[in-house]
């Protein structure tokens, strides 16, 4: 099921009546009723993708309580290691099975013995790797100890497939968010004004920036051979407004979503797009996949400790498994790659971590060295963007070409005369409310209320304004 | 809980009267091309606005056409009135079942045909009828049936359209609106009878075929089917037509075959001469599916010859 649905307009408001209607100490019955909401969510799309995930959610289930149990390191790291690569495996065979034979293929037939094998038609079940990294870092935590390992089978099912984040994240911690379901939920007033206002920013973050986006850019990335260097970097600058605006536009309707149900579910934005460098992007791109990674690969092997030789490797590990969990294609890869390229400077240098409070802190406007850097982030952000977009190495590598061509001083063909106005628009909200954890989580909060509404119904209505009105589904679910 | 609940209506009814307030602001102060959910066109494409006038002040007519464009461009009132007939054209432009059935419930009295020609064109059968929804947003009355079914169709931009076309004509701005009988720009006159003529031809044929695809939306088949059972009620006999098309677009024969099966029972007759005017198209077309003024007139004379062998015309 969509977020940007009528069924999720009419589901959402049926589970939150239902869900506080049911007695406070019976926290048992409301996780029974958030897992079957979430299993209806899930299977909205495939009903077949719900035996997948209750394999994943059983398996762990009992996985994490032999580890507890077991005082036998052997057969912890058994137990572990069988959690692994089951989830591992069936990610892998799901997402990476075609793109591996094809490979292989690609690699035989250069030697002049293709293999002729035929890929399998295989559906990649929505979300599959959010979940699975979700329920790997649950089984991770406990072998470590630092996660008991859950009793409640029906609280741990609820756990992995909340619908809310199920499908595009954030990837939670179960350490964050398990002992929520243990505890009694107590509506807060605030939580859900909260919510509702991030809910909010999400659609339109999601219907009016980035559909509106992936129209122009679906033109030019479609056409990018004969277009025009100016309109080529417009288009890698409207991608940059797309994919943010859908993926963190997916975050916040689904942390406002979690908010009305009592539960916090962690940043997974904090304006990246205002980073002064790329460490600082980092830090603010995808936090949830980004820390999973720092906490379950990039420590283990190693992390910053060690030689110049150990950090180049563990960055470039880091940064191309990264790539490579977006999807099966040597674009991803590439994107990941350069990102380490445009990391390891800084780290090497030892100025990684120089940027770490907010931009024009106390400031309306940046300094001209902050804007400066702001830009040049951006700048680089939005070269390897073309990697992620394209379809294959020669689409984005023939772009990249046209974008330095001569005719950048040229006007570009904008396609749509509104989106620059929107995008102007967003990214001043963005700058305004740059300190909180979603643009307008604070804005006219000291405004009379009629004005402050006024202002919420003026996003709504520019929402029924631009939206493209056939439903566009969310870029990550593919991931 | 309470509170917040509380808050949540206010807000909405709050919400309403502003969401309605930018649409009439933006609707107003930039042009229609600049916000893609505003299409208000009155006087647009397709002379709906001189039609509804006209039909407004009809009486009786003997034969009453309904359907798309290949209604309103395919069936001219002046050959069946030389034939001893009067007529009146209701299509417009991708006239879909549902804005059939608007127009049908609004103006069927008031005709009272003895006979009903129903353009059947497959493609408008498969379509949500946005296009024609803002077409007769733009330049019909707003009635209960329109509003209805507009607020049915549960799309932004015929929503918006609606709100904006309300407020025009609350606040008294289509008055004294008057539509020219020709437009140059696309080479259409309107004739006194709903029919619009265009003398273009030379048309270039494609080669490209169209292939045929019959899944209309429940809503679409509902409401086709709630104007057949209405007009059996009321003893209008009903002929079903597939107007004709080039070749490009016409369906392969078991195709023809299939939708012959599936809508002979349903009416009077169906008559699918899609291929009558086949052999020589850059004389009778000025598109793949549109008729010039030269291939009307052979294709009227060529459906009343038929009516009139199987004996489906009524007394003049």
Not at chain 1, 25 to 33: I, V
Not at chain 1, 90 to 111: C, E, R
Not at chain 1, 169 to 188: D, H, M, W
Request: with cysteine; net charge positive; hydrophobic share 45%.
């Amino acid at each position: 099921m969509l977020f940007n649905s009528l069924d999720f307009a009419v589901f959402l408001p049926l589970v939150f009546a239902i869900f506080w209607a049911i007695p406070r100490r019976r926290t048992d019955l409301r996780n029974g009723l958030l897992l079957v909401a979430s299993y209806v969510f899930y299977g909205w799309w495939d009903m077949r993708f719900l035996l997948l995930i209750a394999f994943s959610t059983i398996l762990d289930f009992y996985l994490s309580i032999g580890i507890t149990n077991s005082t036998d390191e052997r057969r912890r790291r058994l137990l572990l290691w069988t959690s692994l690569v089951v989830n591992l495996g069936l990610l892998g065979f799901f997402k990476y099975f075609n793109f591996f034979l094809d490979q292989v293929n690609g690699a035989f037939s250069l030697f002049g013995m293709p293999l002729g094998s035929e890929r399998l038609n295989i559906i990649l079940p929505v979300g599959i790797s959010f979940y699975t990294f979700q329920t790997l870092s649950y089984t991770i935590d406990v072998y470590r100890g630092d996660l008991k390992a859950s009793r409640n089978p029906v609280a741990f099912a609820a756990f992995v497939s909340f619908f809310p984040q199920l499908v595009a994240g954030p990837i939670e911690r179960a350490s964050n968010l398990l002992p929520q379901f243990a505890t009694p939920r107590k509506f807060s007033r605030t939580d859900a004004v909260n919510g509702s206002r991030q809910m909010l920013w999400g659609f339109f973050k999601k219907l009016v920036i980035a559909d509106n986006c992936a129209e122009q850019v679906d033109r030019i990335f479609a056409s990018h051979e004969s277009a025009g260097a100016s309109t080529l970097v417009l288009g890698a600058v409207f991608f940059a407004f797309q994919i943010y605006g859908d993926f963190s536009g997916y975050s916040d309707i689904a942390i406002g979503t979690a908010r009305l149900f009592g539960f916090e579910l962690m940043q997974n934005f904090a304006f990246p797009y205002f980073s002064r460098d790329i460490a600082e992007f980092w830090r603010r791109w995808h936090i949830s996949l980004s820390t999973w990674f720092r906490d379950y690969l990039y420590v283990p092997i190693g992390g910053s400790r060690g030689g110049t030789a150990m950090r180049v490797r563990n960055t470039f590990i880091i940064f191309l498994v990264s790539g490579f969990w977006h999807g099966a294609n040597w674009t991803f890869v590439a994107w990941g790659a350069l990102n380490a390229l445009y990391f390891l400077p800084l780290l090497l240098a030892g100025r990684n971590r120089q940027n770490l409070g907010n931009p024009a802190e106390g400031r309306l406007l940046p300094s001209p060295r902050e804007a400066a850097q702001m830009l040049g982030t951006f700048t680089i952000t939005c070269v390897a963007w073309v990697f992620f977009r394209a379809q294959d190495m020669e689409q984005a590598l023939d772009y990249l070409g046209g974008m330095a061509s001569t005719s950048l001083m040229r006007q570009p063909d904008v396609g749509n005369n509104n989106l620059p106005l929107l995008v102007f628009f967003f990214v001043c909200l963005e700058w305004k409310g740059r300190t909180s954890e979603y643009a307008i989580e604070r804005i006219g909060m000291g405004w009379p209320r009629p004005v402050r509404w006024g202002f919420y119904s003026m996003l709504i209505a520019m929402i029924g304004l631009f939206m493209r009105t056939e439903e566009a589904p969310f870029i990550y679910f593919q991931f | 809980m309470r509170s917040y609940l509380t808050s949540v209506l206010l807000f909405v009814l709050f919400a309403i009267p502003a969401y309605v307030a930018v649409i009439i602001l933006a609707g107003t102060v930039s042009p229609f091309s600049q916000h893609r959910n505003i299409k208000y066109a009155r006087g647009g494409y397709g002379h709906l606005y001189n039609r509804l006038q006209e039909a407004d002040t009809t009486g009786q007519v003997d034969i009453l056409f309904l359907g798309s464009s290949h209604a309103y461009r395919g069936f001219d009132p002046r050959i069946f009135s030389k034939a001893g007939y009067t007529s009146f054209n209701l299509g417009s432009s991708s006239q879909t079942p549902v804005q059939t059935k608007i127009l049908y419930e609004r103006y069927i009295d008031r005709f009272n045909p003895k006979l009903i020609v129903f353009d059947v064109f497959p493609t408008t059968f498969n379509t949500e009828g946005v296009e024609s929804f803002l077409n007769l947003l733009s330049n019909a009355p707003l009635d209960r049936h329109l509003i209805l079914a507009a607020l049915d169709s549960r799309h932004a931009t015929v929503w918006n359209t609606a709100i904006f076309s309300a407020w025009r004509i609350l606040t008294g701005r289509n008055i004294g609106f008057t539509e020219p009988l020709f437009r140059d720009t696309d080479n259409d006159l309107y004739v006194p009878g709903g029919y619009v003529e265009k003398s273009g031809k030379d048309f270039k044929p494609t080669t490209s075929r169209v292939h045929f695809k019959w899944s209309p939306p429940s809503n679409q088949w509902q409401a086709f089917n709630h104007i057949l059972a209405a007009s059996k009620n009321k003893g209008i006999p009903v002929i079903l037509v597939h107007t004709p098309v080039t070749a490009p677009y016409q369906y392969l024969p078991e195709d023809r075959m299939a939708l012959d099966r599936l809508l002979r029972p349903l009416a009077t007759a169906y008559l699918d001469l899609s291929d009558a005017l086949h052999g020589d198209e850059a004389e009778f077309f000025y598109d793949g599916h549109h008729m010039n003024q030269k291939g009307v007139e052979q294709f009227n004379a060529l459906f009343l010859d038929n009516l009139a062998s199987r004996g489906l015309l009524p007394p003049p």
